[in-house]
């Protein structure tokens, strides 16, 4: 049997980083908006209905994280996803919790229907 090597606690904290960026219900949102393809911060601001400061707060933690991407045009920054891998993250996260509450929903039904018997 092999045993596993100790992770080093800076690995181990870069990726409680990176998911901890995504467990804001705000920067999945903005993810979720940003699917489609770059969007200016005052576009973000309109579909979340939401501050501006709060949208840039987001987008700069995102951004710090490697997940976006930011240009400039004249005054406006638009934002991009700059790791696609992300969406296959959230559509696995996704996935399985469906899974859950399909199972959930199934209980719930036999439930229901073993009462009535």
Do not use: W
């Not at 509450?101 to 209980?107: M, Y």
């Amino acid at each position: 049997m092999k045993i596993a090597k100790p992770v080093p606690h800076e690995v181990v904290q870069q990726v409680a980083d990176y998911f901890s960026v995504l467990g804001e219900p705000m920067r999945l949102r903005i993810l979720n908006l940003l699917r489609d393809g770059e969007k200016c911060v005052q576009d973000l601001v309109e579909a979340t209905d939401t501050s501006q400061a709060n949208v840039s707060k987001h987008l700069k933690v995102m951004l710090q994280a490697g997940i976006l991407t930011r240009r400039t045009k004249g005054t406006l920054a638009y934002y991009a996803v700059e790791d696609e891998l992300i969406f296959e993250l959230c559509n696995l996260v996704c996935d399985r919790l469906a899974s859950r509450i399909e199972q959930q929903a199934r209980h719930f039904r036999d439930f229901t229907l073993a009462s009535k018997r």
